[in-house]
Each structure stands twice: as structure tokens, then as C-alpha cells.
């Protein structure tokens, strides 16, 4: 996850999130991603397909972004999500594209206009 992210979230923590903000700095965002069994692309990948299986749009937005930083490619993006398609559904998956979509436009990685 972006270092900028996890800034945000550990800036708003009150009193009563703390716990909870501990466990996902340490766990979510600090162990899985450095253990050495997967790099951080495969892990991208495997991040990307959970959370289009799940219908978790806006943490999907987020990933998008950090795929690309871990080196994914848009066509490594797209086909992802092709195979998320299959095994968790065709209506996930079209909204993960459409979220996709606008996150490599923004980055400029995309320039086609829709037929």
C-alpha cells in the first residue's frame, strides 16, 4: 500500500480506532506484503482479484494505483481481471474494469475513447 495511504489512515486515528489501526499497519500493510514467500506484483495480483471478488470498489481504486507502482502492467492489469471475470463473475468484474479504467486514464496509460 502507498506509504501516502497508510499516512492518512494512521493520521486520523482517534482513541477508539487504535487497536484497530495497529493491527492493519502491522499485519495488512507491513507483514503479508514483506514476507519473501511472493513479490510485490504477484501479490498486487492476488490483492486485485480479492477485492474485485469482494466488491471492495474503493480499496480496488487504491490497488489499481499500487499495482502499477509494484510494476504491473495495464495489460497485466486487464487480464487479472479477465480471469476475475470467470471465477468470481462477469458483473464484479465489470465494475473493476470501469474502476480500472479510470484510475490508468488519470495516470495517462490509457488514451482511447470509447467506441
Not at 96 to 106: D, V
Amino acid at each position: 500500500m502507498s506509504t501516502n495511504a497508510v499516512d492518512r489512515a494512521v493520521a486520523c486515528t482517534i482513541d477508539f480506532t487504535r487497536d484497530f489501526q495497529d493491527l492493519i499497519t502491522r499485519y495488512a500493510w507491513g507483514e503479508i506484503w514483506a514476507r519473501p514467500g511472493l513479490d510485490r506484483r504477484t501479490r498486487s495480483c492476488i490483492t486485485l482479484t480479492a477485492l474485485t471478488a469482494l466488491n471492495h470498489h474503493e480499496e480496488l481504486a487504491m490497488h489499481v494505483r499500487a499495482a502499477l507502482r509494484n510494476g504491473l502492467t495495464p495489460d497485466e492489469i486487464k487480464e487479472v481481471i479477465m480471469m476475475a471475470a470467470i471465477y468470481c463473475g462477469v458483473p464484479v468484474a465489470n465494475h473493476a474494469f470501469g474502476i480500472a479504467t479510470g484510475i490508468l486514464r488519470e495516470k495517462g496509460l490509457l488514451a482511447d475513447a470509447p467506441r
